[in-house]
């Protein structure tokens, strides 16, 4: 498999793309890079329904840019202080200067009529590149949630991309969520986002199912070498599973399969009920009984 391709991660907020994309970064070939908002936010004012002159372009994308790289090279995140990970909660070794240069190159060549899906997979692919230059690494995996949501536009962009889809129990990921300031506040509504993640993910993979993985947040957790070898096998990658996991663990970092059905500590019956009610289906579907 060529170097080139395009690795995102991507699901439903909570569902282990943190871990997924930490253990990946273990690799000596893959170079993880997260959190990346700033991907899907230009990439809406590029090719979303609202009409922007170049004028106004040049300035919103300046703005988000300006905006998301102030803080680098440690942008705010939310994860909790029991939440360790060998990364860290976000990987990204690019640098203020580096990406705004890089976004002037973009809004330059779109002043200069060069098609816009082009010059927007050059501008991303310059920046990750240099992350894994930095990193030392010849490949790069890109991790933000909110993929899962984007897949059509991410594969319109990056033909032949690879997008592994992290999935977990539903009713763990809404009760995780809901303790998040940016999470559903609601069960009901906390099922139904659950479910409406987890389904544009399952459709695209339906459709490309060459570009689609998806690894299950309790596999990884019961079995970590098997499950990750499973990804790093799709990816064209080999590797000795067993010394990644166990240069893994250490420290305050560690994989926890006590984790696994929290909900059952938590839920009422009526809380079941509820999610059931919305979600069933789909937990059904990934045979979360």
């Given at each position: 498999m060529e170097s080139t391709i395009p690795i995102f991660i991507g699901g439903a907020g909570r569902s282990g793309t943190t871990l997924v994309v930490d253990m990946l970064g273990l690799h000596p070939a893959l170079s993880p890079i997260y959190e990346t908002a700033f991907v899907l936010e230009i990439a809406h004012l590029l090719f979303g329904i609202r009409p922007l002159t170049l004028e106004q372009m040049r300035l919103e994308v300046t703005n988000c840019m300006d905006k998301w790289t102030l803080p680098l090279p440690f942008p705010p995140h939310n994860k909790r202080p029991y939440e360790q990970f060998?990364?860290?909660?976000?990987?990204?070794?690019?640098?203020?200067?580096?990406?705004?240069q890089k976004t002037?190159?973009?809004?330059?060549?779109?002043a200069a009529g060069h098609d816009r899906v082009e010059s927007f997979r050059a501008f991303v692919l310059a920046l990750f590149e240099e992350h894994a230059r930095r990193d030392g690494k010849p490949?790069?995996?890109?991790?933000?949630?909110?993929?899962?949501?984007?897949?059509?536009?991410?594969?319109?962009?990056?033909?032949?991309?690879?997008?592994?889809?992290?999935?977990?129990d539903g009713r763990d990921t809404a009760r995780s969520a809901m303790t998040r300031n940016w999470g559903p506040r609601d069960l009901k509504d906390a099922a139904a986002w659950w479910v409406n993640r987890v389904r544009q993910g399952v459709?695209?993979?339906?459709?490309?199912?060459?570009?689609?993985f998806e690894v299950r947040f309790e596999d990884l957790l019961l079995e970590p070498e098997k499950t990750l070898g499973g990804v790093l096998a799709w990816l064209g990658e080999n590797a000795d599973t067993a010394d990644i996991v166990h240069k893994y663990q250490g420290g305050s970092v560690r994989i926890d399969p006590s984790r696994i059905g929290d909900w059952r500590r938590t839920f009422s019956d009526n809380d079941r009920r509820?999610?059931?009610d919305v979600a069933g289906e789909m937990l059904a579907h990934f045979g979360y009984q």
């Open positions: 060998r990364h860290g909660p976000h990987y990204i070794l690019f640098d203020r200067p580096f990406a705004m002037v190159e973009l809004l330059d060549r779109l490949r790069w995996v890109n991790k933000t949630p909110a993929y899962v949501l984007q897949l059509p536009l991410i594969g319109r962009i990056f033909p032949g991309m690879r997008f592994i889809h992290c999935i977990r459709e695209y993979g339906r459709l490309h199912p060459e570009q689609y509820t999610f059931q």
